[in-house]
């Protein structure tokens, strides 16, 4: 399984960006997806996550209202709608998925095998 994430770059605070997770070599919708960030200095966090097939989601309190992840199963794609941008979203993306045989959120790191390269965003003030 390979996971390419695209979609970042600079933007001024109250913009949007959409980011997108490609999944190749398994059908994205037998698999858990989460998009996390990490900033300088801070830990990998978890701010959207889609479950397995009916996709229900999850997002960190912070990005709640601003952020919507989705899933287009035809393309295989995962993607982070990000509106209402702050500075303090400035990070590095990262999108992993993890395979699950039942309908379950995956908010831990630790939990998840396949992981893509980052993608910067960076909001400027």
């Known amino acids: 399984v390979q996971l390419q994430a695209s979609g970042g770059g600079l933007v001024q605070a109250g913009g949007s960006l959409r980011l997108s997770c490609t999944v190749s070599?398994?059908?994205?919708?037998?698999?858990?997806v989460g998009w996390f960030r990490q900033a300088p200095g801070q830990e990998r966090e978890c701010v959207a996550a889609?479950?397995?097939?009916?996709?229900?989601?999850y997002y960190t309190d912070s990005v709640k209202g601003r952020f919507t992840i989705s899933r287009d199963i035809a393309k295989n794609t995962v993607y982070l709608q990000m509106n209402s941008l702050k500075p303090e979203d400035t990070a590095i993306y990262y999108c992993?998925?993890?395979?699950?045989?039942?309908?379950?959120?995956?908010?831990?790191?630790?939990?998840?095998?396949?992981w893509g390269q980052g993608t910067q965003v960076t909001v400027s003030s």
């Open positions: 070599g398994r059908t994205v919708s037998n698999y858990a």
């Open positions: 992993a998925a993890d395979y699950r045989r039942r309908v379950e959120l995956v908010t831990n790191i630790a939990e998840y095998d396949y």
């Open positions: 889609i479950s397995r097939s009916v996709g229900i989601t």
